[in-house]
């Protein structure tokens, strides 16, 4: 089974810009969350989106925003970039058949951000 | 609000000695706990979680925790570490059962010596 896949790998952008990342879950998930990552802050959540729904959300500001389509894969889009905005922006899913917590997150690769 | 604390942003352990990484937890009501892995220029890989079914979680490539309650502690142990346990080790923490939000301690980087 493959694997939780993200694109692109590896993206470089000015201040000002959008950006907009992919991920799509493991085949039969369909719980997706997003974390950013980076030397400063650690990993901290984004939001999360069950069912093409968003379930929870992060302290991050309006900027970020994120959407799941029908068949679970998920895009986040940061608008207005800031050199802040430079780190690895993580994807997971998980089956989340009810159990909750308990339900195994499966990490993508990650998407290098630099804002320039 | 849950948040986790892991001791210690560097370990360096000699190959073949105990590995030790340390991980205490604030919450207010039983958590769920969990380890990850990160490689270099690769996502995370659970290690093992805690869920209360048993306190002693053994995960995999020979990890293993334990929740202790009265220490609110769930620290990552390896009997004999190996080169390729080189990585950074986070562990996480979430309490709700309607989500997959994990919160995240600032993670120990293991380093292994010859």
């Known amino acids: 089974k493959a694997g939780v896949t993200q694109t692109p790998r590896y993206l470089i952008k000015t201040r000002g810009q959008q950006v907009t990342l992919s991920c799509s879950p493991i085949?039969?998930?369909?719980?997706v969350s997003w974390y950013q990552q980076t030397p400063g802050q650690g990993l901290q959540f984004l939001f999360e989106y069950f069912s093409e729904t968003q379930r929870n959300k992060g302290n991050f500001p309006g900027r970020f925003s994120g959407r799941q389509f029908s068949n679970s894969r998920s895009e986040m889009n940061v608008s207005t970039l800031e050199l802040g905005d430079s780190a690895l922006y993580l994807c997971a899913s998980s089956i989340f058949q009810g159990q909750g917590p308990t339900d195994t997150q499966y990490f993508g690769p990650g998407t290098r951000l630099t804002v320039l | 609000a849950q948040s986790v604390t892991q001791l210690g942003s560097h370990v360096s352990v000699s190959e073949g000695a105990l590995v030790l990484l340390r991980c205490n937890y604030s919450s207010s009501v039983p958590p769920y706990l969990f380890w990850y892995v990160q490689y270099p220029n690769q996502g995370l890989q659970l290690l093992l979680k805690?869920?209360?079914?048993?306190?002693l979680v053994k995960g995999i490539n020979g990890f293993e925790a334990e929740f202790k309650k009265s220490e609110t502690s769930f620290h990552l142990t390896k009997p004999s570490a190996h080169m390729s346990d080189a990585a950074e080790y986070f562990c996480a923490v979430t309490i709700s059962s309607n989500t997959g939000k994990l919160i995240f301690g600032q993670g120990t980087t293991l380093q292994v010596k010859p």
């Open positions: 805690y869920t209360s079914a048993a306190t």
């Open positions: 085949s039969g998930h369909r719980s």
